[in-house]
């Protein structure tokens, strides 16, 4: 359960993304200098899939000091179906700056090809930047995604993630809050069906005094799919004062479905607070009869809960046109409502 592997053939096409919102950062097709600054900064994959990104032309997005940007700025990777890319982008956000970025990659349903997707971040001190990556690929895709984050004081990183599609989808995300009352907050929404599998490793690294980490999951499984969740909070010595708390909350409708959940809290510190807790289980009886006593029927029942479980997520997107993607998505997985 600690490992996952997967294989790829070399020589990824670099892939640019359409942009929209750019307007209120400094948007560069070439952030290589930033990204190689970067490269003690370790995000969730490993170091097995570094390879991937070897020749990779990262975009680069910066939020100048002191500047709020307001409107989202959309990175959509739209892949032909056979499509083999490579996808990265850099980040930083500047003192006293706040940024979202969002990240779209996409398909035609029934499209297979497979993406390499990296993002590196730097919140410098009293900055906040939120990444989103939501991914609605083809049937056939396979995605490798990796996020690394790195906080200097009073910095907030917020990572979210909206995984739906593809065939194997594999998350890492790192963060390192490494300075005094830097915070790391995580949530990711997914549905997995069919033979669909989907593996999460989440590393958060806590140096800095009274730093915060929250991480949180929800998601539904059916069918035969498979799903490996990782989170590990570590608490290094030194980070006293520091909290961290990871929850997830998994809803099982079929038998066969395969579930692994490995929460772990590390600590080399005596004035901390961690908590981990899982919810997993199937819709329970006075649920169903509640449902069906209203004349819904069992199916009907499931995608409600399902797509409910992505939907608290899907609210925290913020930009009209991504979420009507995303709803349009839920649809065609789970009906109208």
Known sequence: MNKAEVSFE??????????????GVEYTQNGTLLWDSLAETKGGVGSGADSLFDD???????????????????LNYSFADGSRGVTTQVI???????????????????????????????????????????????DGFV??????????????????????????????????????????????????????ELDLNYIVLQYGKKTDCV????????????????GTIDFKNGCAGSTGNEQEETLLLSPKV??????????????VSGEHGASIGRLSEDMLFYMESRGISLEVAENLMARAKVQRVVNKIGDEKVCGQVEAFMDDLFGKI
């Open 10 to 23: 070399s020589g990824l096409e670099n892939f640019l993304p359409e942009v929209r919102g750019e307007s």
């Open 56 to 74: 990779a032309l990262p975009v680069g997005i910066i939020a100048k000091k002191g500047s709020k940007v307001l409107a989202p700025v959309v």
């Open 258 to 271: 395969v579930n692994n959940s490995i929460p772990v809290i590390l600590c080399d510190e005596e004035d």
């Open 143 to 196: 995605q490798v995604c990796d996020t690394a984050s790195c906080c200097d004081e009073s910095a907030e990183v917020e990572v979210t993630h909206i995984v739906l599609g593809g065939a194997k989808t594999y998350v890492g995300v790192g963060s390192n809050l490494k300075e005094y009352k830097s915070s790391f907050k995580s949530d990711l929404a997914y549905y997995t069906r069919g033979n669909q």
């Open 92 to 138: 930083k956000a500047e003192e006293d700056s706040e940024v979202t970025v969002i990240i779209l990659s996409s398909s035609q349903k029934s499209g297979g090809g497979f993406q390499a997707l990296k993002t590196k971040i730097v919140a410098k001190a009293n900055s906040k930047v939120h990444v989103i990556k939501v991914q609605l690929l083809g």
């Open 215 to 230: 991480m949180n999951v929800y998601g539904t499984m059916n069918d035969q799919s498979k799903k490996t969740y990782r």
